[in-house]
């Protein structure tokens, strides 16, 4: 746990002179894009990594912290930071909610993933029906360049927002690696039917992680407000956030702290360097970067931070 802190420190400073120390627009942009992907990933592999439970539709909470946000903000006049924590709230709410009916019946494996796909899906249909969401036009939030209202005039603002959101994080994986709660989540994970014959009740593990990933996919989706000041349900319940969660944490590796990180900033990378080298060719970009995120996955099947476990055993038999 030690390791781990001092990890999460050295990795908060860095971040720190890093933003200090660039001055470019668009470098600051990607860092800040690069700690938003950290920051989904980590929150779906709470659930996904070391739970076990893998969801297909962790857009449900991001969406519903966006507007949860948005609606306090822009209906009820709501200071930005106070919204901020409501829209964290009312996502881990959600996520109890829908854990509760999920668990209950014992719905897990390829039913879970498509059970929470379906909710992502009924609540961009009820976002796109109802007025207080602003339907499908969606919602703007007002121009307030302050920091009372968290809208910052340049991106280091924002990316102190999102490193703040990322180190708890990464706070609360280190915990859960390392805490009873972690243990029992994981033994859930490997074995429902033995953790259960031991003592633990799977069901009241799972929810609890349900909603832990939840309020940090909301935490994505209030920041994401804040920094484009719009929303609407195809970008707030869309499989775009999903998929983007999910495939930066197995790409960086499940059941390791700094994979989803690492997992996020590769592909960030990557997506972002087929765009620029290939943005002129229609498709072409999209086509490039599926091809190498399959060769990734076929070929370092345990993930970036993952593959590193084999090699240093490896090295450490030869040198015995």
């Not at 302050?146 to 490193?163: E, N, T, W, Y």
């Not at 014959?197 to 940090?216: F, Q």
Request: glycine share 12%; charged share 10%.
């Amino acid at each position: 746990m030690t390791r781990d802190l001092a990890g999460i420190a050295v990795f908060a400073l860095a971040v720190i002179a890093l933003t200090v120390w660039l001055q470019s627009g668009v470098w600051l942009n990607a860092l800040m894009m690069t700690l938003y992907a950290a920051l989904l990933a980590l929150a779906w592999h709470l659930l996904g990594g070391f739970g076990g439970q893998f969801s297909f539709g962790h857009a449900l909470f991001f969406g519903t912290g966006a507007y949860a946000s948005a609606v306090a903000q822009v209906t009820h006049g709501v200071n930005a930071w106070v919204a901020f924590a409501g829209a964290i709230a009312a996502a881990a709410l959600v996520g109890a909610v829908v854990g509760a009916l999920v668990f209950r019946y014992g719905l897990k494996g390829s039913y879970f993933a498509l059970v929470t796909l379906a909710f992502a899906e009924v609540f961009r249909i009820v976002a796109v029906s109802v007025d207080f969401t602003g339907g499908g036009v969606g919602m703007m939030l007002p121009l307030k360049e302050s920091v009372a209202h968290l809208q910052f005039g340049s991106r280091k603002g924002f990316i102190g927002v999102v490193l703040v959101c990322v180190v708890v994080a990464l706070l609360i994986s280190a915990w859960t690696r390392h805490s009873r709660f972690g243990a029992r989540l994981q033994a859930v994970r490997d074995n429902e039917d033995a953790a259960r014959a031991v003592g633990v009740d799977p069901r009241r593990i799972k929810l609890a992680a349900t909603m832990l990933s939840a309020a940090l996919m909301g935490a994505a989706g209030a920041f994401y407000l804040q920094v484009f000041q719009y929303i609407d349900p195809s970008i707030a319940f869309g499989p775009q956030v999903s998929i983007e969660a999910l495939v930066g944490a197995i790409v960086g590796g499940m059941g390791t702290l700094w994979g989803p990180v690492l997992g996020a900033a590769v592909l960030h990378a990557l997506a972002e360097g087929t765009r620029n080298l290939f943005g002129n060719l229609p498709g072409l970009s999209m086509v490039i970067y599926g091809a190498l995120l399959t060769l990734i996955v076929m070929f370092i099947p345990r993930g970036l931070a993952g593959s590193g476990r084999p090699l240093r055993a490896r090295w450490w038999s030869r040198r015995g």
